[in-house]
Structures are given as C-alpha cells and as structure tokens.
C-alpha cells in the first residue's frame, strides 16, 4: 500500500470523523448498570478497555492473542450508532442484530472502505458469529468483565446484582476465565459474609 494514500487530506478526515464515532462509547454508560440504579455507571470504552487488558492476561498458546486483543476493543464498536440495546430492551435478538450490521456498515464506509476498515468489521464479525476459538474467548471475557464489574458495584454501592450473576453461571468455556470467574464468585461470597 502506498504510504501517501493513509495519510491524505481525505484518508485524515475519514479517521477523525471514525473517531469521533468512536467517542460516543466514552460518553455512552452501559444500559445494565443504568436500570440497576448505579451511580455513575461505567462506559462501553471503559468495559471494552478493560477487556482488551483481560485478553493481553490470557496464556493459551492455542490462540491468537492479538487477535483477541483486537476484538475485544471492537466487539462493541456498533454501540457507537445504536447504544447499548439489553435483552431488556423489548428489541429482538433480530432487530439488534440489523441495527448493529447497519452501524457497522456506516463505520466501514465512515473509514472510506480501507483495509483497517475491513479488517474491523471481519473483528466485529467473528465475535458476532462466535464460530471460532478467539471468538468463544471475547465472548467469555464480556461476561467475566461484567460480573467482575458487577461485584465491584455491589461493595462500592452496597447493592446486590444477582442477575448479572445469575445470568453468566455455566457459560464459561475457557478454562483460563472459567479461574477468574470461580475467584470473582469466591471473593463476592466473602465480601457478603463481612
């Protein structure tokens, strides 16, 4: 590829307006926490950034880390257009499923079709597919997160969140992550018994 093209006027524009879309997942609170009365919520960037850390953390030599790093800071990317639509939401699986396709499609064409554009959206693809290996891994990192995330908001907030954990038990199929959850479960356990 030639260099000159990345870096025209055009090819700036496309990116500083690509990441101005991207920022809207700094701004945009996780929906859960929000119908769960938690007081100033995480973000969709703070979930995905801290995914993208679990997944530099994970020592399987069968996988493709980097991979995983990659998808884990782009399996929410749609969010930037659409929000953070929950199971709660009265929209379909379906209808979520499109609205997310189309905001990816507006993300790919934001960024003038490039090959960083493609290769976000085949990212974004895999993970939504959940059909391979770094996929099962992201998927089972989204769910850990939450929950880590949850058990932090019941002891910052003296809440109780079950259905994030009642919602994620016999999910995990890393045996890696599947460590960690047993651990959160662990300490949230102690943390009610204080």
């Known amino acids: 590829m030639d260099p000159s093209s990345s870096s025209s006027p055009s090819a700036a524009s496309s990116v500083v ?3 101005s879309i991207v920022e809207k997942l700094k701004r945009t609170k996780r929906t859960g926490w929000i119908n769960n009365g938690i007081k100033g919520p995480e973000s969709i960037a703070d979930h995905m950034y801290r995914m993208g850390i ?3 953390l994970v020592d399987d030599p069968a996988l493709d880390r980097t991979k995983c ?3 884990a800071i782009v399996h929410d990317l749609a969010e930037a257009l659409v929000g953070d639509i929950t199971p709660y939401d009265g929209i379909s699986k379906e209808q979520k499923r499109m609205l997310e396709q189309s905001g990816m499609k507006q993300i790919v064409e934001t960024l ?6 493609q290769e976000i959206a085949a990212l974004w693809q895999e993970y939504e597919d959940d059909a391979t290996d770094e996929a099962h891994l992201v ?4 769910k850990c ?3 880590q995330q949850a058990m932090e908001y019941e002891h910052s907030d003296q809440t109780k969140l079950e ?3 009642a919602s994620t038990r016999g999910i995990f199929r890393h045996p890696q992550v ?3 959850v047993d651990e959160i479960v662990r300490r949230r356990l102690a943390n009610e018994s204080q």
Do not use: P, R, V
Request: charge should be negative.
């Open 17 to 19: 307006s690509f990441l």
């Open 54 to 56: 679990m997944a530099m």
């Open 139 to 142: 998927h089972d990192l989204d």
């Open 178 to 180: 599947q460590s960690w």
């Open 163 to 165: 259905s994030f954990f």
């Open 112 to 117: 003038g079709n490039t090959a960083q554009a």
């Open 145 to 147: 997160e939450m929950i």
């Open 69 to 71: 790093i990659k998808m």
